[in-house]
């Protein structure tokens, strides 16, 4: 066994010393084989593993551990499959973690930008004092406008820096100059030399697929998260209506067939409502403890019946740090959770993957508020009404959260997962408590609703909930319906005119969305 363990650590290019090299030969073959691919998985820059270095990792192991162990609880036939999932270091954070994060992200998205295979693609040191063509790939540092109305953009890469102009003349160019994020990682196509650059295009990493992906299988994905239990602004009956409804216990005949397709329920975040996010919290609350939101949200999701696999990441408003990545939604916590065989607790962000082959792409959104911010056009035009508006700009940069400063993030040094790495076939959002699809690439964007009435913040800022309504999507034909739970119908949640019930057999909502009424 000790051969065989040494062996494993060779091909995965390291070595053991003699106290760790006991400690793993005293443990099953199994175990030790996976203690050193989990290793392996986390890049430790170190050579030779040490039992003292083995113990500063294992608080990450642990937690990759518990993502395993939470799967392995998964029956075989639920056919949910975790394909990322992020670690965690217990070290001090310190400023050398943020150094080799940035370089970390760099590398990710300079390789998916190199694959369109640039020509005359240099580093910012190669460009010398002899004017040229040139494309770079950098990260944005600065922008302002000079006096002449042009606008100036400070770049970097791991080579040096420079100034790239963008000239007002060129409109098309200077309003997607414009929307450009500090941080973000793009290609430029310039002329001039190391004094100054001159840009004639802007390329992002951008996602897209070649063709849309069809499932063999007629069943249906729910979208749904931002239930806020504990808040007394909860929509609790309104919720147990959806349940009603998956169970076959509402609905007419063609409503029920629909409903009993339903095989997975994906729920995106602020699960509860929380204890402390917010100055005078409590004054909201009905449930007064995490524990205690938790088991109310255990007694409700028992209900759904038990075919249906529900995946479930946390948001902000859940017992996590906020810092993203977040990790799973820990076991003291929510313990009903853990014992529900039909609940896959994953981080956020998470990748997952269905039967079928659908790869759908979790992420709370908490950044979403921050793109509105920063981006003016978006802000101008649709505020808080349009959150896949935002997701477009996610995907184009290829990164959930670009600008630092603007949210709370976890430097993870050897690798960035808020980067979008492996395109999906499904980003699933939420947060903005507004129901909406669209498509971008032959990605589907799908923004869930929420289940909580308008809190005072959202009065406070102008955001109008659109509260109850559940996108629906059918993996064979990929047919979309948005069934509303809310008894009312108050717009078509991608700003299209009010839609009524569906007719007939027309029950497709597709990008029309049209609202199926069922209470």
């Keep these: 066994m000790v051969n065989e363990i040494l062996k ?60 395993i162990e939470n799967y392995e609880n998964i029956k075989d036939n639920k056919n949910v499959k975790l394909l990322s999932s992020s670690t965690f270091s217990s070290k001090k954070i310190s400023v050398a973690d943020f150094v080799e994060y940035f370089r970390a992200r760099y590398e990710t998205l300079k390789n998916i930008l ?25 990260i944005i540092s600065k922008k302002r406008i000079t006096k002449n109305k042009n606008l100036l953009i400070e770049i970097e890469d791991m080579t040096g820096s420079s100034i790239v102009l963008v ?47 069809y499932s063999d299988f007629d069943e249906y994905v ?20 959806f349940v009603a409804w998956l169970n076959g216990e509402v609905g007419d005949e063609r409503q029920k067939l629909i409903a009993k397709k339903v095989k997975y329920l994906f729920l995106t975040g602020d699960n509860i409502d929380g204890v402390g996010i917010y100055l005078g919290q409590e004054e909201f609350l009905n449930i007064k403890s995490c524990k205690n939101q938790y088991r109310k949200l255990g007694e409700i999701l028992r209900k759904i019946r038990g075919d249906i696999q529900i995946v479930m990441c946390p948001g902000q408003h859940d017992a996590v740090w906020v810092g993203e990545p ?13 014992q529900m065989e039909n609940l896959c607790l994953v981080p956020n962000p998470a990748m997952v993957e269905i039967r079928g082959g659908f790869k759908i792409l979790m992420y709370h959104g908490a950044s979403i508020n921050r793109f509105i911010d920063e981006m003016s056009e978006i802000r101008i035009k649709y505020g808080h009404r349009s959150p896949t508006k935002v997701v477009k700009e996610i995907l184009k940069r290829r990164h959930l959260a670009p600008v630092h400063g603007l949210m709370d993030y976890i430097p993870c040094r050897d690798k960035d997962p808020m980067a979008i790495e492996t395109v999906p076939d499904i980003i699933a959002t939420a947060d903005q408590h507004r129901a909406e699809i669209d498509y971008y690439n032959n990605i589907l964007m799908i923004a869930s609703s929420c ?11 102008g955001n109008i909930p659109e509260p109850c309504k559940v996108p629906l999507f059918n993996l064979k034909t990929r047919e979309i319906k948005i069934i ?13 005119d009010p839609a009524g019930p569906a007719e007939g057999e027309d029950l497709v909502c597709k990008l029309e969305a049209k609202n199926e009424k069922i209470f």
């Excluded at 240099?122 to 010398?128: A, E, K």
């Excluded at 977040?326 to 853990?338: F, T």
């Excluded at 509303?484 to 299209?496: E, L, T, V």
């Design 8 to 67: 494993l650590c060779i091909s995965k290019g390291f070595l053991l010393d003699k106290d760790m090299l006991e400690f793993l030969s005293g443990l099953e073959k199994t175990k030790a084989c996976e203690i050193v691919e989990n290793l392996s998985e986390l890049k430790i820059k170190e050579k030779i593993i040490t039992k003292e270095l083995f113990d500063k990792y294992s608080e990450a192991l642990e937690n990759k551990q518990k993502i």
């Design 222 to 241: 729910a979208f749904s998260g931002d239930f806020h239990v504990g808040s007394k602004m909860f929509l609790e009956k309104n919720f147990l209506k």
């Design 451 to 461: 289940w909580q009435s308008m809190t005072p913040f959202e009065e406070k800022v």
């Design 326 to 338: 977040q990790s799973i939604i820990p076991e003291k916590w929510a313990p009903d959770l853990y």
């Design 484 to 496: 509303d739970f809310d008894g009312k119908i108050k717009c078509a949640p991608n700003g299209h």
């Design 114 to 138: 190199k694959e369109r295979d640039f020509e005359n693609l240099s580093s910012i040191r190669r460009i010398g004092i002899n004017s040229g063509v040139w494309t770079v790939i950098a």
């Design 167 to 213: 000239n007002k003349e060129n409109s098309d160019l200077f309003r997607r100059a414009k929307e450009l994020l500090l941080d973000d990682i793009v290609a430029f196509k310039v002329s001039g030399s190391n004094k100054m650059l001159f840009a004639s295009d802007i390329i992002y990493p951008d996602a897209n697929l070649d063709k849309e992906k």
